[in-house]
């Protein structure tokens, strides 16, 4: 385990480094995910060993600390990620970003582009969501007020989202999983699809192939964004389909 500090006030993110050649690989994980535990199989199969891994766990979870006085929001997530990655001397990644990590790791490629040299994202966060209450995910815990979040709202997702998914959400800061789930549901100005779009590095956006292609894919492609289906998979793809994912992804990083 690594950790550098991110915050004027000294708080750290922390980071599990598989040891290989570089350019480093970045891993991102999701909203109440923790990337050790999301990435670590993926990391370590066999088309995608070999390389600088850095499974890192975003400010406000898993391994990280949890600073009640952090914003959350998609930038502050961004840049203390490259506060990090400065700190573990990295420049010029791969930085493969699932779900709420994928719309980080575009927020990155955008404000830290030196950073950042290929993306993959794996059925990112690109546009504004409606939260709706009783749902899991971004869109239920953006329905709550924070006052409502801390006085219960927790115990109610957490009864919502599965043992699976809570065994790492727990992990996360309370206010650090509301605020990001807010932020990430109201997106960023411009989104992150507009980002993407705008952005030169290779881009690669895997999705879930019986979900159907994402919203905007016939745009995503025209931009020069490779839109690729892995089959066998839900949202969690590198979970549901290690070796579809592994394929897809060693694909991506080689083009």
């Given at each position: 385990?690594?950790?550098?500090?991110?915050?004027?006030?000294?708080?750290?993110?922390?980071?599990?480094?598989?040891?290989?050649?570089?350019?480093?690989?970045?891993?991102?994980?999701?909203?109440?995910?923790?990337?050790?535990?999301?990435?670590?199989?993926?990391?370590?199969?066999?088309?995608?060993?070999?390389?600088?891994?850095?499974?890192?766990?975003?400010?406000?979870?898993?391994?990280?600390?949890?600073?009640?006085?952090?914003?959350?929001?998609?930038?502050?997530?961004?840049?203390?990620?490259?506060?990090?990655?400065?700190?573990?001397?990295?420049?010029?990644?791969?930085?493969?970003?699932?779900?709420?990590?994928?719309?980080?790791?575009?927020?990155?490629?955008?404000?830290?582009?030196e950073l950042v040299a290929k993306l993959v994202l794996v059925d990112a966060n690109l546009d504004p969501i409606?939260?709706?209450?009783?749902?899991?995910?971004?869109?239920?815990?953006a329905s709550y007020t924070e006052e409502e979040f801390l006085a219960g709202g927790r115990d109610e997702v957490?009864?919502?989202?599965?043992p699976f998914w809570w065994a790492t959400m727990r992990l996360a800061g309370p206010e650090a999983l509301h605020?990001?789930?807010?932020?990430?549901?109201?997106?960023?100005?411009?989104?992150?699809?507009?980002?993407?779009?705008?952005?030169?590095?290779?881009?690669?956006?895997?999705?879930?192939?019986?979900?159907?292609?994402?919203?905007?894919?016939?745009?995503?492609?025209?931009?020069?964004?490779?839109?690729?289906?892995?089959?066998?998979?839900?949202?969690?793809?590198?979970?549901?389909?290690?070796?579809?994912?592994?394929?897809?992804?060693?694909?991506?990083?080689?083009?």
């Amino acid at each position: 385990m690594r950790h550098a500090p991110v915050t004027p006030d000294g708080h750290r993110i922390r980071w599990v480094e598989l040891p290989g050649t570089g350019p480093a690989r970045v891993y991102l994980h999701g909203l109440g995910a923790s990337s050790p535990v999301y990435f670590a199989a993926a990391a370590a199969h066999p088309l995608l060993a070999g390389r600088r891994s850095l499974l890192l766990d975003l400010l406000g979870f898993g391994i990280s600390d949890r600073p009640a006085d952090f914003r959350y929001a998609l930038e502050d997530h961004a840049d203390a990620v490259a506060a990090a990655l400065r700190a573990a001397g990295v420049a010029g990644a791969e930085v493969v970003g699932h779900s709420m990590g994928g719309a980080v790791a575009i927020v990155l490629a955008r404000r830290h582009p030196e950073l950042v040299a290929k993306l993959v994202l794996v059925d990112a966060n690109l546009d504004p969501i409606a939260p709706v209450a009783q749902r899991p995910g971004s869109s239920g815990i953006a329905s709550y007020t924070e006052e409502e979040f801390l006085a219960g709202g927790r115990d109610e997702v957490a009864e919502r989202v599965g043992p699976f998914w809570w065994a790492t959400m727990r992990l996360a800061g309370p206010e650090a999983l509301h605020r990001s789930a807010v932020h990430l549901a109201r997106a960023t100005v411009p989104t992150m699809r507009e980002m993407l779009l705008d952005l030169s590095v290779p881009r690669t956006f895997l999705y879930p192939q019986p979900d159907g292609e994402p919203r905007g894919a016939v745009e995503l492609r025209a931009e020069g964004v490779r839109v690729v289906a892995v089959p066998e998979s839900g949202h969690n793809v590198m979970l549901d389909n290690p070796d579809g994912f592994a394929a897809a992804a060693a694909q991506a990083l080689a083009g």
